[in-house]
T-cell receptor, first 112, second 113 residues
Framework: SQKIEQNSEALNIQEGKTATLTCNYT??????LQWYRQDPGRGPVFLLL?????KEKRKERLKVTFDTTLKQSLFHITASQPADSATYLC???????????FGGGTRLMVKP | NAGVTQTPKFQVLKTGQSMTLQCAQD?????MYWYRQDPGMGLRLIYY???????DKGEVPNGYNVSRLNKREFSLRLESAAPSQTSVYFC????????????FGPGTRLLVL
């Protein structure tokens, strides 16, 4: 069955550094993948969508890559700020091609 | 433009009690979803509605029922609550199924004693 893996341990980085979060998926090949941000006590908020024919997608300080050979997506935040502290969820398309399947999320802590 | 709204924000139930979680969206979206989120488990899909008049089971539908009342509203009902249903419930909507952005509500925190 399909499996989505994100590092469950929190990622702690210093302000100004680049944060890199990893999303690995197994047993299938999604045609697209989304990333969401979730703050404590709130619902997830959409950040970026990347399709299988796109190697990289950028939006301001955010960059997402999608390596269909490695079955992995990387999410980068450059020049990180304390306001970037949140949990980031990876959500590939499911193997039926209709829905999103969410990973458990990685908590990012940016220290000033 | 409120987006996706959910009521109530918090609820405490005793085992065996029933309740309905309400969700409404004002974005004229066709598709709506109910998820539950538990620590370390991520978001799991309970039920979804691809369009008005249709509903389908997701990954964890047991113990729940849904109603797509109209295009705007999608409710989730717990007929006989169990402690295993203690969770945070999120409603979401999207323009349609597939590679579409989902917009989430603020969530309902449910505790079943």
């Amino acid at each position: 069955s399909q499996k989505i893996e994100q590092n469950s341990e929190a990622l702690n980085i210093q302000e100004g550094k680049t944060a890199t979060l990893t999303c690995n998926y197994t047993n299938y090949s999604p045609a697209y993948l989304q990333w969401y941000r979730q703050d404590p006590g709130r619902g997830p908020v959409f950040l970026l969508l990347i399709r299988e024919n796109e190697k990289e997608k950028r939006k301001e300080r955010l960059k997402v890559t999608f390596d269909t050979t490695l079955k992995q997506s990387l999410f980068h935040i450059t020049a990180s700020q304390p306001a970037d502290s949140a949990t980031y969820l990876c959500a590939p398309e499911d193997n039926a091609g209709n829905m999103l399947t969410f990973g458990g999320g990685t908590r990012l802590m940016v220290k000033p | 433009n409120a987006g996706v709204t959910q009521t109530p924000k918090f609820q405490v139930l005793k085992t065996g009690q029933s309740m309905t979680l309400q969700c409404a969206q004002d974005m004229n979206h066709n598709s709506m979803y109910w998820y539950r989120q538990d620590p370390g488990m991520g978001l799991r899909l309970i039920y979804y509605s691809a369009s008005e008049g249709t509903t389908d089971k997701g990954e964890v539908p047991n113990g729940y029922n849904v109603s797509r009342l109209n295009k705007r509203e999608f409710s989730l009902r717990l007929e006989s609550a169990a402690p295993s249903q203690t969770s945070v419930y999120f409603c979401a909507s999207s323009a349609r199924l597939g590679a579409e952005t989902q917009y989430f509500g603020p969530g309902t925190r449910l505790l079943v004693l």
